[in-house]
Structure formats: C-alpha cells, structure tokens
C-alpha cells in the first residue's frame, strides 16, 4: 500500500517540476508589466521602442548585489546604449528613487527605473527566486536569454 502511495507522489512532483519547468521556458516575451517610474509618471511594456533591444532587470534597491550588478552594467555603458534597460523592483517608490539617486540611472536616456508596487506581476512571470534577475529581449522583443545567477556581477554584465 505504502510503495503504491510512494509511487503516486513521486509521479506527482516529478510531474508537477516539468510542468514549472516547461512554463518557465515557454516564455518567450516580455513580462506585461506596468510600473511607476521615479518621476512619477506610468510606464507600461507596450510602450519599450519597437526594434530595440531590451534588458530587463528585476532588482532590490537594499540588495548589495543588486547594487555591484548596477554599477558593472554602468561601466558597460556605452556598449549597452543603443538597447532600453528597464530596471524594475517591488519595493515602495522611495526606495527605489534613492537606488536612482545613487548611481544616477535617470540621467542615462535609455534606462527606466520604477516599481511594480506589490503587483508582483513581473515577479511571478519569472518566477523569481534571487536577485538581481536579469533577461534579454532582441529586436523583435523575443526572450534572447535569461542571464544565469551569479555571485560576480561583473560576470552577468558582461553576458548583457
């Protein structure tokens, strides 16, 4: 009874981790998020240019490697100029408005910076389990990758 019981579970998880699996990699388009910017206006995905490329990054304003990943990918400036860089985070506005302050982000005219508030919308579209969660679009805004976690922020700029 107990070893049919046993074969059932198993059955279950393993089925339920492809299922997580396969959703995560059927995503091919940016996430539908809506955001508040530090200036206080709306921005929304269906305003990114068409025929750029974007880089997204899901961030914490109080994460440390959050911020070391800010500044290597701002050291890459001029490589990453002609792609939209759409930093976005859950935390409260005035959070994420000193993160801005700090490394001046809304000085760059092709990085947004704002919140989803506690939508979590982009949070769940990828299901983001660490930060910062960084994933690039191409032209035609198909998902080109999802940069791999990694403790050297250097090493995740330079995959952008």
Same mark, same amino acid.
């Given at each position: 009874m107990y070893k049919y019981l046993?074969?059932?579970? $198993?059955? *279950? *998880?393993?089925?339920s981790? #492809? $299922?997580?699996q396969q959703t995560k990699t059927t995503k091919t388009t940016i #996430?539908? @998020?809506?955001i508040r910017l530090v200036? %206080? !206006? %709306? @921005?929304?995905y269906s305003q990114l #240019?068409?025929?750029?490329?974007?880089i997204l990054v899901y961030f914490s304003p109080t994460c440390d490697h959050c911020k070391k990943f800010t500044e290597a990918m701002l050291k890459r400036k001029k490589e990453l100029a002609d792609r939209q860089i759409i930093m976005i985070s859950y935390l409260p506005l005035n959070e994420v408005k000193q993160f801005d302050d700090e490394f001046h982000l809304s000085s760059y005219p092709?990085?947004? *910076?704002?919140? !989803?508030g506690y939508t979590f919308i982009v949070q769940k579209y990828y299901n983001i389990q660490q930060f910062p969660f960084v994933a690039t679009y191409d032209k035609q805004g198909k998902l080109s990758k999802i940069v791999p976690y990694n403790k050297e922020s250097a090493q995740m700029a330079a995959q952008l």
């Open positions: 046993l074969s059932a579970l $198993f059955c *279950v *998880v393993l089925c981790m #492809a $299922f997580a #996430a539908p @998020f809506k200036n %206080g !206006e %709306g @921005f929304t #240019a068409k025929n750029k490329p974007t092709n990085i947004k *910076v704002g919140s !989803e």
